[in-house]
């Protein structure tokens, strides 16, 4: 075997503290399909060595549905689309540490709360600052918030209130964001990932694979993701939504969700990589075997989309031999 495509061997020289280079990831992108099932086994490598066979359960809320100000193609919240997805305003503190109570009840890790929208007003940041403390002060669950764009004072009262972790994905490559969304910039969400991390949250940083992007894209998407010193990596494939910009864009195969997210693994070896939206759409049947390469996941569903359910997802986690890794004293 070429010593390029000796992925079991590549596996191991960064298990052994070296670091993928960009050629190889898109050398991953590139392989054919009759060497998934090795891609797929050099990732667990990795996977087992640093978490072993545990699945971190996350539960995400939409706290605030639709009307967002922002044009990003893929969104089905978005101003600009005209997808029937339920709108709401903010929802309350009490709902909000409802959610959290029935989130620990699902062996969920961590609870994430989203709102759409640029960037949270003065009342919103204080709705949140409100649940956090009083989920902190009753619930032995994580928090992550997930509120658009910040500046850094936002970021640290945030903290103070008891958040753990923000999520602000960069979605894709710099090169390629103009691409999907105009009302801000790949440079802003960096930014909001730099100030989140200096605030002292743990950071919350992935992307959306199947936008039209090209394979260096992807490659480009995960060292940036390195060099922001991500902690977790969320990977969604991408589920086109009606009414959006991208409704028409073709699903991603399979095969190549796979391989993304092998490379993602080999990218960050150590950090938490979730197969997180469009999983049960893209992967189908071979949906298990993304377990063998990230080491978390979302259960009941996502924002606007439903999963395949709490139940289903720890059958098929304990089924293949795994299971929901036990939630830490907070």
Same mark, same amino acid.
């Given at each position: 075997?070429?010593?390029? =495509?000796?992925?079991?061997? #590549? ?9 993928? =280079? %960009? !050629? ?12 998934? #099932? ?16 545990? *699945? ?26 005209? =997808?029937?997805?339920? %709108?709401?305003?903010?929802? &309350? ?23 759409? +929208?640029?960037?949270?007003?003065? /009342? ?28 850094? $004072? ?17 979605? &894709? ?9 105009? =009302? ?18 743990? #950071? ?5 694979? +199947? ?16 060099? !922001? ?5 969320? *990977? ?17 195969? $399979? ?11 080999? *990218? ?8 997180? @939206? ?26 606007? /989309? ?13 089924? !293949? @031999? ?9």
């Amino acid at each position: 075997m070429n010593p390029q =495509t000796d992925w079991l061997a #590549l596996s191991r020289s960064i298990l052994d503290g070296a670091a993928i =280079t %960009r !050629a190889q990831a898109l050398a991953i992108l590139n392989a054919p399909d009759d060497e998934l #099932l090795t891609l797929v086994d050099a990732a667990f490598l990795l996977r087992r060595h640093h978490f072993g066979r545990g *699945v971190g359960l996350h539960v995400i809320r939409n706290a605030r549905s639709g009307h967002c100000s922002e044009d990003c193609a893929y969104c089905s919240q978005s101003a600009a689309a005209g =997808t029937p997805i339920a %709108r709401y305003t903010l929802q &309350t503190a009490d709902q909000l540490v409802e959610g959290a109570r029935v989130a620990h009840q699902m062996q969920a890790k961590r609870y994430c709360i989203v709102t759409g +929208g640029r960037g949270p007003a003065t /009342t919103d940041l204080a709705t949140m600052c409100e649940a956090a403390r009083r989920i902190k002060a009753e619930i032995p669950i994580e928090i992550c918030t997930s509120l658009g764009l910040l500046t850094a $004072a936002q970021a640290r009262e945030l903290h103070a209130a008891g958040v753990d972790r923000y999520n602000h994905n960069l979605e &894709t490559s710099a090169q390629y964001y103009a691409q999907i969304c105009t =009302t801000h910039t790949w440079s802003d969400r960096l930014a909001t990932a730099q100030v989140a991390k200096a605030a002292g949250m743990d #950071l919350c940083s992935g992307g959306i694979i +199947g936008l039209g992007e090209s394979r260096e894209d992807r490659v480009e998407l995960a060292f940036a993701l390195r060099e !922001a010193d991500a902690d977790s990596i969320p *990977v969604n494939l991408f589920n086109p939504r009606p009414n959006t910009r991208l409704a028409n864009q073709p699903p991603l195969g $399979a095969a190549d969700a796979l391989r993304t997210l092998v490379m993602f693994r080999l *990218v960050h070896p150590n950090r938490e990589v979730r197969v997180a @939206g469009g999983r049960e759409q893209c992967l189908g049947p071979l949906q298990v075997l993304a377990l063998y390469v990230a080491d978390s996941m979302f259960t009941t569903g996502y924002l606007t /989309t439903p999963g395949q359910g709490y139940e289903a997802d720890v059958a098929m986690i304990t089924g !293949a @031999g795994f299971h929901v890794a036990e939630v830490e004293n907070i």
